[in-house]
């Protein structure tokens, strides 16, 4: 009774190495067929040469018409972006995540380059812009639906920016900004701490686009790097 699974056993075994001798087979008549192919294609190339001419010739006219939409494209959006003026009136009709991307728009406007980090884990930090002159700006931002009839920002915001600005964003300049207004106390505050407040007056005459923000502020630092736009 023994010698029966022992039997099944080695037939098994032959029909298994079997099936591998056949895949390895087919394997190898695979290679040669796609080595074959890779080689009649290579001599036709050869032979008509003009098509591959004809194919870097497509490919360079359809690179350059690519290139020309592209640059088309980034300058159409650097017109848009100077073009840009916005109603105090229009921004508080925005929600706060709003507010923060018209304000990253506003800085890229005036020549920085500004992206919006709002949001949870920002460290106090709505927009962060390098401006034409190398400085860091880390900007804070406080939208209040009512506007200058909303609560006012306090000093508790001004001690989380004091906190960040710096130390994490590497700002030169750190900035407050809101469509309301600030407190008594926060006022003298941030003038003590080198915090910038951006109020509703001050921010519906930078969005109408007279002037760059840092202009429009006192005790700016000094640039890092000459102005490309002066």
């Known amino acids: 009774m023994s010698r029966r699974p022992a039997r099944r056993t080695a037939r098994r075994r032959r029909v298994s190495r079997s099936k591998r001798q ?102 106090a930090c709505d927009v962060r812009a390098v401006d034409p002159a190398g400085r860091v700006w880390a900007i804070q931002c406080k939208h209040r639906r009512d506007g200058d009839r909303g609560s006012a920002v306090g000093v508790g915001v001004l001690q989380q920016v004091n906190g960040t600005a710096r130390q994490i964003h590497g700002a030169d300049v750190a900035v407050v900004l809101t469509n309301g207004r600030f407190s008594s106390k926060a006022i003298p505050w941030g003038a003590q701490h080198r915090i910038h407040l951006v109020d509703r007056r001050m921010l519906s005459e930078w969005a109408a686009g007279s002037r760059p923000l840092w202009d429009l502020l006192d005790r700016i630092p000094p640039p890092r790097r000459p102005s490309v736009l002066s």
């Open 22 to 123: 056949d895949e390895q087979i087919v394997l190898v008549f695979g290679a040669v067929a796609v080595i074959g192919l890779i080689a009649a294609i290579v001599q036709w190339l050869l032979t008509h040469w003009w098509v591959l001419v004809l194919a870097a010739v497509v490919a360079v006219v359809v690179g350059g018409f690519w290139y020309q939409r592209a640059k088309q494209r980034a300058e159409w959006a650097r017109v848009r972006a100077a073009a840009l003026r916005l109603r105090i009136a229009e921004l508080d009709g925005l929600d706060h995540r709003a507010f923060e991307f018209a304000v990253r728009d506003l800085m890229r406007r005036d020549g920085c380059g500004a992206e919006r980090l709002g949001g949870a884990g920002d460290n």
